[in-house]
């Protein structure tokens, strides 16, 4: 929203007078217009990879079977990885796993943690 803001600013000339002739003012909208998105984006993945793990704690509560839900969630990343998922990153935070491909910049902005660290979390609980 404060990058927005920016750029409508910028595109009326909402810099005054004075912050033009020092040129300080145009440095700080380019500051929040790059980096504001950037800092959104990386606060929203962490807040859907902290509600991926919620969710498997609740239901690995719910059930009783934190193993179980372990060794399903194996089984859905084995056969995710052999059988191409049809989805596009606007609906991949639906998905159990993460249905999208990439290399390992792809995996460090997805919105899913790793399965390994998932199954690895549920059979913590299970002790």
């Not at 300080?24 to 980096?35: P, R």
């Amino acid at each position: 929203m404060i990058a927005r803001m920016a750029e409508w600013a910028a595109l009326f000339g909402g810099l005054r007078r004075d912050e033009r002739e020092e040129g300080g003012g145009a440095l700080g909208f380019i500051f929040l217009v790059v980096l504001a998105p950037l800092a959104a984006m990386l606060i929203q993945l962490a807040i859907s990879r902290a509600r991926e793990y919620q969710a498997d704690a609740s239901g690995a509560q719910l059930s009783h079977a934190p193993r179980s839900l372990a060794s399903a969630l194996e089984k859905i990343g084995a056969v995710s990885g052999r059988i191409p998922l049809s989805a596009g990153p606007a609906t991949a935070h639906l998905w159990i796993v993460n249905p999208l491909r990439g290399n390992w910049l792809a995996r460090l902005f997805s919105t899913h943690p790793p399965i390994e660290e998932r199954v690895r979390r549920l059979r913590a609980m299970a002790y």
